[in-house]
């Protein structure tokens, strides 16, 4: 067990700083949810500052000392921070090295133009999944819709029919797949293996991306039939550029660290003996840490330098790329602090009680919890952060694949139907040019079928394992 994860069992076992009883602990929950949404949907404040309020909310309904909420909310705060800042900066720039140096256009170019016809929407749900996994889902947008769009055009497709498994491979990616910042803070909260996770999460990830990406988007077509936009379709990062690393080495570095960190798990598997020499040299280079540093170095001869990137400039772009993240981690700390107020006030051994009570599978509980918190916030990454808080203590007695199921039945709810309250519905809205509610029956559809079917992998998975 890491040292963080020793001290945040510490953490999850003192004496709660308030004695209310389970109705005024359920209300506390309630108004300190209900500050969130208010504050993020309808006045339109920074999900920072609204996780904090409704952090500092929810201790004071519940009962408890101003100075142990904010003690526990800084301290919450400052661990997540501490366990995931650094591999969300780390991801940060192996994506702008990616998008800049044109490796993320290599592979696009590449696979297409061994793909047609009917493979068309299987190349494009390949290529973001590919892409997707270094990327944070917006960069990834950014990074694709001009090839959705070019390709749509130049092939006579639907838009839909290319536009939906693109969407589908990113989002998927970003809601199950660490080192993505939701998955990395559930890991972080439940205690889970990373890469136990990441190996169940890209398992979930295969048939959750093939039933919402190809085989959705055939209807979507049909439903939805809208031309590209012509207006939308801007220049690529590598149109500026007179070379750009090969296809081989492009792959390889994005890949890297999902390797290592795979190769870390497995060799746990099979040694299961922290004092074997082979098990502590993979339990090093398998860390998230490590996996994800040795990938940026490596992506500094591999994608840089065959782009015709000197030194001097790959200084300015790690700082471009970490400026964009200052608000991510902002959110995924303020959601840390918000998960040690719920589990401080005694929230976390309430979840855990009335489970018990009710008997619902801690699975299911997860995933519901992360549904409402997402239709009611927007915000895949805040439904992730409070679910996780709230149902962090169902992990203690789990096993190390039923505690990395959780945290994929977290994800998988945090990504249900996005509607009108979340950036990223605008976000396909403009770039596609659709109505709201060709939106609606398009993205919204496609993302709560990747939740139901990635909850529903999730629970046979658990039937099984």
Known sequence: MTRLSVEMLAADTVEPITSAGHAQLGIAVLAGIAVIVLLITQFKLHAFLSLTLGSLALGAIAGAPLDKVLTSFTTGLGTTVAGVGVLIALGAMLGKMLADSGGADQIVDTILAKAGGRSMPWAMVLIASVIGLPLFFEVGVVLLIPVVLMVAKRGNYSLMRIGIPALAGLSVMHGLVPPHPGPLVAIDAVGANLGVTLALGVLVAIPTVIIAGPLF???????????????????????????????????????????LMLSKALV??????????????????????????????????????PAGFGKERVSPLVEKSLAPIAGILLIVGAGGGFKQTLIDTGVGQMVLDISEDWSIPALLLAWLIAVAIRLATGSATVATVSAAGLVAPLAADMSTTHAALLVLAIGAGSLFFSHVNDAGFWMVKEYFGLS???NIKTWSVMETIISVVAGGVVLLLSLIL
């Open 268 to 305: 746990d598997i099979v040694i299961d003996n922290p004092e074997n020499t082979v098990q502590r040299v993979f339990d090093v280079i398998g860390s998230p840490l490590i996996a994800l540093l040795a990938s940026v170095l490596v992506g500094i001869f591999t994608l840089l330098r």
């Open 217 to 259: 988007s055939r209807y979507a077509a049909r439903w939805v039939d809208v031309p590209a936009p012509e207006r939308m379709i801007p220049q690529r990062a590598s149109d500026d550029l007179k070379k750009r690393p090969s296809f081989g080495a492009t792959l390889a570095t994005i890949l890297l660290p999902v390797v």
């Open 436 to 438: 709201v509610g060709q």
